[in-house]
């Protein structure tokens, strides 16, 4: 296991203060639940997007693939 240092900005650390104390987990935990989330979705994003740029040349905006997955983009 690798130990990070994360630098959030003040309201992402704000968020993630509430979601401990409401749901009894830990920072690190929520945060590592958040990053197998999000390295899931990127990797469903890259499969749709090889697999699209296999049948032919377009390419696509993130926003399209996002849309495409059902998934929207998170802003904080």
Same mark, same amino acid.
């Given at each position: 296991?690798?130990? /990070?240092? /994360?630098d959030?900005?003040?309201?992402?650390?704000q968020?993630?203060?509430?979601?401990?104390?409401?749901?009894k987990?830990s920072?690190?935990?929520?945060?590592?639940?958040?990053l197998?989330q999000?390295l899931?979705?990127?990797?469903?994003?890259?499969?749709?997007f090889?697999?699209?740029?296999?049948?032919?040349?377009?390419?696509?905006t993130t926003e399209? /693939? /996002?849309?495409?997955l059902?998934l929207?983009?998170?802003?904080v």
């Amino acid at each position: 296991m690798i130990e /990070l240092k /994360l630098d959030l900005p003040k309201g992402l650390e704000q968020h993630l203060t509430y979601l401990e104390i409401i749901s009894k987990r830990s920072k690190e935990f929520i945060i590592q639940e958040a990053l197998i989330q999000y390295l899931e979705n990127a990797e469903d994003v890259a499969k749709v997007f090889e697999r699209e740029t296999q049948k032919g040349d377009k390419t696509y905006t993130t926003e399209e /693939l /996002l849309q495409h997955l059902n998934l929207k983009e998170v802003n904080v």
